[in-house]
């Protein structure tokens, strides 16, 4: 019990971990919520639990928007570290990740401004900037997803070439390597089918999930990157 508090503190000491949890409880809040509210014709207390739920996921989700009108600095220096890719063996990998990182750097200002908007900070219509931000989510995401089966599809032919002259370690490393892109790419695809439901109606499902529905594919989504924080923790204390 007490090891577990203390790896929980432990992941709320740093923003990313704190960013996590606080968007796995939102996710799971309204998970919890819409499946509540759904039982809401016969049960008053569950419709009431529900609606309670849903405000508080509203509520972290604020949080979160917040949290990141900060994270502009972060990303503008982790761009200008990644630059063109040089150090990628591969150019489609390359190319994808700088596209990924112009739709990641460019979706912070539009948040923002539509934020900025609902707060009455500014004077301007915040719809427009939402979709955008969305837009440039939605990009991020798809690319994301790309960059990962085309990664997979590099480990799978260097798994191979291992399989015949590669030590049983450098052969561990690679099936690792392939698990948290697999990982990488349900968690994407979790996200992106919300970012589509946040599209105006007319676009695929846009419009079209139930709350729970939202919560479950962003639940999905939180854990498996609370999964990844903690195996990339655990491979960082290995090589230590």
């Known amino acids: 019990m007490q090891q577990s508090v203390e790896a929980l503190v432990k992941v709320l000491e ?6 996590k949890v606080i968007r796995t409880v939102c996710y799971g809040s309204q998970l919890v919520g819409g499946v509540l509210s759904r039982k809401a014709e016969t049960d008053v207390s569950s419709r009431q639990l529900g609606k309670s739920l849903l405000l508080f996921s509203a509520q972290l ?10 994270d502009d600095l972060s990303m503008l220096a982790y761009s200008h570290s990644y630059g063109t890719g040089a150090g990628e063996e591969d150019a489609a990998v390359r ?3 700088v596209l990924t990182n112009v739709a990641d750097q460019l979706y912070y200002p539009c948040e923002h401004i539509a934020w ?5 900070l500014i004077k301007v219509k915040s719809d427009k900037w939402w979709l955008l931000s969305t837009v440039l989510w939605g990009t991020s995401l798809l690319l994301g997803i790309l960059r990962s089966l085309r990664v997979l599809l590099l480990l799978k032919k260097k798994l191979n070439r291992h399989e015949s002259n590669g030590s049983a370690s450098s052969r561990s490393q690679v099936r690792r390597q392939m698990r948290g892109e697999v990982l990488s790419v349900l968690s994407s695809m979790a996200d992106l089918s919300n970012a589509i439901h946040w599209m105006p109606p007319g676009f695929l499902w846009a419009g ?3 709350n729970w529905l939202v919560g479950l594919m962003g639940t999905i989504s939180s854990l498996i990157g609370l999964i990844q924080m903690n195996a990339g923790d655990n491979d960082q204390s290995d090589s230590t």
Not at 14 to 19: A, F, L, P, T, W
Request: with cysteine.
């Open 61 to 70: 989700s604020h949080c979160r928007t917040v949290l990141r009108l900060f």
């Open 14 to 19: 740093s923003y990313r971990g704190r960013d």
């Open 208 to 210: 079209r999930f139930p």
């Open 116 to 120: 900025a908007a609902d707060a009455e």
């Open 95 to 97: 190319w994808i990740s």
